[in-house]
């Protein structure tokens, strides 16, 4: 089994930071692309930022020069830095990570339960 959890939601005014968290542990053989969508309500799920196992990313237009994801292999974790926050970026925001496990011998995108990011003044 395999489990990813997330932190560094919360609240924050507009112009400021968060960085969110979301960690894998389990049975885990490899990692290949991680990312992070966001729900906002009343909305569909939008993907907000990938990166492979290469380091290769890609972003969202709206958060293009904004935001930064990046990984550590060491530690089965992705993060998202979020700069210059919008009150439009307010959303549930979720991460996934394409994970090899070694039992089964499998690929599966595995999710995480989701942190809220609310930027009001």
């Known amino acids: 089994q395999v489990q990813l959890v997330e932190s560094g939601g919360g609240l924050v005014q507009p112009g400021g930071s968060l960085r969110l968290s979301c960690a894998a542990s389990g049975s885990i053989f490899s990692i290949n692309a991680m990312g992070w969508y966001r729900q906002a309500p009343g909305k569909e799920r939008e993907l907000v930022a990938t990166i492979n196992n290469a380091g290769g990313t890609n972003y969202e237009d709206s958060v293009k020069g904004r935001f930064t994801i990046s990984r550590d292999n060491k530690k089965n974790t992705v993060y998202l830095r979020m700069n210059s926050l919008k009150p439009e970026d307010t959303a549930v925001y979720y991460c996934?990570?394409?994970?090899?496990?070694?039992?089964?011998?499998?690929?599966?995108?595995?999710w995480g339960q989701g942190t809220q990011v609310t930027v009001s003044s």
């Open positions: 996934y990570q394409r994970i090899r496990t070694y039992y089964p011998d499998s690929v599966d995108d595995y």
